[in-house]
């Protein structure tokens, strides 16, 4: 093993998804001087390594967002503009949408979003306040008392230990507050702990969100592209789920409206349409019609669609050991490309024949040999014990009382919005999706209960399984890592820590001006907004369930 080396710095972020970006950026900006580490090398998490568009809501275009994401948004756009060769009418729409996606108001290709991370990032990096350490991932946390003395790091070049005053764990899976011994939550908690109407009935550690090993394809009729069958292709052909409608090799689904099956397609109708229902528009991040003919002549999709959700086995917990989760990411992967060899070569078309043999990976899109995303796509984490902890009862419309919107929050640090959208998990249970009024990120959802200097910046943060379904999104992670940086930022300059930030109304008043009037974070909505139910101002927002049912397994 190669010498250890000493690093120390003002503040020290451990992964580059969206949160540890926004938190570095942020804190940088302000002031200190940042070590960011990456276990890839593309940083932006969910919007970029796992290949996932932007999940986003109706407010997103309006400017109801910070301003450090709507610079996130408006570098893509500008990076096409500059770069692509667009059509005149697509290069002047000032909402340029360049795949078209339904799923989002801004579906780009995954390295995009990198180019933009990467010019948002390049003034500090050149100042020396940000420092990226890319294919990092941490192996131990050294703990003193309550407190986070130093992290050690292993990477390339071998391992490094650096100190700080504050650490973040912005890892896709929690991994510091498992190396720290942090006090968290892993899966679902129970009714009886929480109150939420769609809680477990027991705790289940096992109870989480199915993972996906996302990809992009575009569509070549009349050519060959058909990839290898993979070990495991049989299995997905015939085994059946008892929640599920049929074998994952299919393309029946379960309807989250009603909760029973329903068939999708993968084309319907013109392909040149923009919104129709079908697969491939729904994460469509390349419209052939938006630029020039003579050079992009295909549409490209990603296909992060629901037939390849991972829940055979979970990716954390107690009883998962690094060979089992190992496993879990390849079978995973395996999924994915055994529904690519189906759609290639089994899967029925509407004229009567089977197989798309023109379906192309794309692995230039996305950094790697086999064209599947980096990394698979992680909803649900290790939680931290919070001083204050998101309930369903404070965001979901079925639990709220009429037009009041979602709980107030006086020590608010940033907005949200989405869905409680909760996949099928590794337990056997099934979709919850429950709508949301617009939501606070609350200050105590960011502290734990005991150690002082560990602050999180994903999806780690002090939600149960059941809120973690909203608080899980781009804009909402991004939002959570500017109010970290800003809070190490504050903590810096008023030498103390966050508990103490949390523990003064003054340093939270503080704080919030420091967002809102400096880094331009938004920490509330405002009232017409916070009391809108989404579904009444976007048509394409997801409505509450007709008829709820509580959250049990084979439901």
């Given at each position: ?7 120390a710095?003002?503040?020290?972020v ?5 949160g ?6 942020t804190a940088?900006r302000?002031?200190?001087r940042?070590?960011l580490?990456?276990?890839t090398?593309?940083l932006g ?7 996932v ?15 450090g ?7 893509i ?11 005149a009418?697509?290069?002047?729409e000032p ?28 003034p ?14 941490p ?15 292993r ?6 230990t ?5 650490v ?21 908690e ?17 109870d989480q ?5 996302t ?9 060959e ?13 015939t085994?059946?789920d008892?929640f599920w ?20 397609r ?5 392909m040149d ?9 729904f ?23 629901p037939n390849?959700d991972?829940?055979e086995?979970?990716?954390i ?6 060979a089992?989760?190992d496993?879990a ?15 290639q070569?089994?899967?029925p ?5 089977t197989?798309?043999?023109g379906?192309?990976?794309?692995p ?12 698979a796509?992680?909803?649900e984490?290790?939680?931290i014990k919070?001083r204050?902890?998101?309930?369903e ?11 009041e ?24 249970v ?11 990120i ?5 502290l734990p ?15 149960t399984?059941?809120t ?7 804009p ?10 800003a809070?190490?930022?504050l ?7 966050p508990h103490?930030v949390g ?20 920490v ?5 907004v ?5 579904s009444?101002?976007?048509k394409?927002?997801?409505p509450?369930?007709a ?9």
């Amino acid at each position: 093993m190669p010498p250890v080396h000493e690093t120390a710095t003002d503040l020290l972020v451990v992964g580059g998804g969206l949160g540890g970006v926004a938190a570095a950026r942020t804190a940088a900006r302000l002031g200190l001087r940042v070590l960011l580490t990456e276990e890839t090398d593309w940083l932006g998490g969910q919007l970029t390594a796992q290949a996932v568009p932007s999940d986003e809501h109706p407010w997103i275009e309006s400017g109801r967002t910070s301003a450090g994401y709507r610079e996130l948004r408006d570098r893509i756009r500008d990076y096409y503009r500059r770069n692509y060769p667009l059509t005149a009418a697509a290069r002047a729409e000032p909402a340029l949408n360049p795949g078209l996606g339904n799923v989002s108001k801004l579906c780009c290709e995954p390295a995009v979003g990198v180019a933009a991370i990467d010019e948002m990032l390049a003034p500090y990096r050149s100042a020396g306040r940000v420092t990226v350490l890319y294919g990092h991932v941490p192996v131990a946390v050294h703990v003193e008392g309550d407190r986070v003395a130093a992290v050690t790091l292993r990477g390339p070049q071998g391992d490094r230990t650096v100190t700080a005053p504050l650490v973040v764990d912005a890892t896709e899976l929690g991994d510091l507050l498992a190396l720290a011994g942090v006090e968290h939550v892993v899966g679902a908690e129970s009714h009886a702990q929480t109150g939420e109407p769609y809680a477990a009935p027991e705790p289940d550690p096992t109870d989480q969100q199915s993972i996906t090993w996302t990809f992009p394809l575009e569509y070549r009729p009349g050519e060959e592209h058909v990839v290898d069958r993979p070990a495991s292709y049989d299995h997905w052909r015939t085994h059946v789920d008892d929640f599920w409608p049929g074998p994952q090799l299919s393309w029946e689904k379960i309807d989250i409206h009603t909760m029973g099956g329903r068939t999708n397609r993968i084309f319907e109708g013109d392909m040149d349409a923009v919104m129709l229902p079908d697969l491939w528009h729904f994460r469509r991040i390349r419209a052939r019609t938006q630029f020039d003919p003579d050079l992009i002549d295909t549409d490209i999709t990603l296909v992060n669609w629901p037939n390849i959700d991972y829940w055979e086995a979970p990716l954390i917990g107690e009883d998962v050991d690094q060979a089992a989760r190992d496993l879990a990411l390849q079978r995973c992967k395996e999924l994915s490309l055994s529904y690519l060899h189906w759609m290639q070569t089994e899967a029925p078309r509407p004229d009567g024949g089977t197989g798309y043999p023109g379906l192309k990976l794309r692995p230039d899109l996305t950094g790697t040999p086999d064209g599947l995303a980096k990394t698979a796509y992680i909803r649900e984490s290790r939680r931290i014990k919070a001083r204050f902890t998101v309930l369903e009862q404070h965001v979901a419309v079925v639990d709220r009382p009429e037009g009041e919107g979602a709980e107030r929050f006086a020590d608010s640090v940033g907005i949200g919005h989405y869905n409680i959208d909760l996949h099928p998990s590794a337990a056997g249970v099934n979709y919850v999706n429950l709508e949301t009024y617009p939501f606070q990120i609350p200050l105590g959802a960011l502290l734990p209960v005991r150690v002082r200097n560990l602050l999180p910046a994903n999806k780690n943060i002090g939600t149960t399984h059941i809120t973690n379904g909203c608080y899980r999104l781009h804009p909402v992670e991004w939002s959570i890592g500017e109010a970290v940086g800003a809070l190490a930022a504050l903590c810096a300059a008023e030498k103390t820590e966050p508990h103490a930030v949390g523990d003064s109304p003054r340093l939270i008043e503080d704080l919030q001006r420091l967002l809102t009037e400096t880094v331009g974070a938004p920490v509330a909505w405002p009232e017409d907004v916070a009391r809108t139910r989404p579904s009444q101002a976007s048509k394409h927002a997801t409505p509450l369930l007709a008829k709820p049912k509580k959250r049990v397994p084979g439901v």
